[in-house]
């Protein structure tokens, strides 16, 4: 086998092996700026909804990362819940301006 083939080869895996450390590294990088950025905002809930309250303040610094995902995760399911709701709503509202309208053209026609 040539040198330069040899060379090339170990070049090859080297870049390999560097490529697949980037990947690894980078996959912890944005875990862990999803962990702090979700951490900030639980923070910035209980600052908002409890006033800032301190004992919780320091209760969400001392959350695992898991729990703090599982936070987020139920926040998701309650706004996800709310805007449907909302859009409940405004079927119904339509709906009911949709009757009303009805009852009124059938009224007036009848007198």
Do not use: W
Request: charged letters at 30%; a positive charge; aromatic letters at 6%.
């Amino acid at each position: 086998m040539k040198t330069s083939t040899k060379v090339t080869i170990g070049l090859s895996i080297a870049a390999i092996a560097g490529i697949a450390t980037a990947a690894v590294v980078s996959e912890k990088v944005v875990k862990k700026i999803t962990s702090m950025s979700n951490r900030r905002k639980v923070k910035r809930f209980v600052d908002d909804k409890f006033n800032g309250n301190e004992t919780l303040l320091g209760f969400v610094d001392n959350l695992e990362d898991k729990d703090i995902d599982s936070f987020m995760s139920v926040a998701k399911k309650v706004n996800d819940g709310r805007d449907q709701i909302a859009e409940y709503g405004n079927n119904v509202k339509d709906a009911t301006c949709n009757v009303k309208d009805k009852i009124v053209n059938f009224v007036d026609s009848k007198f």
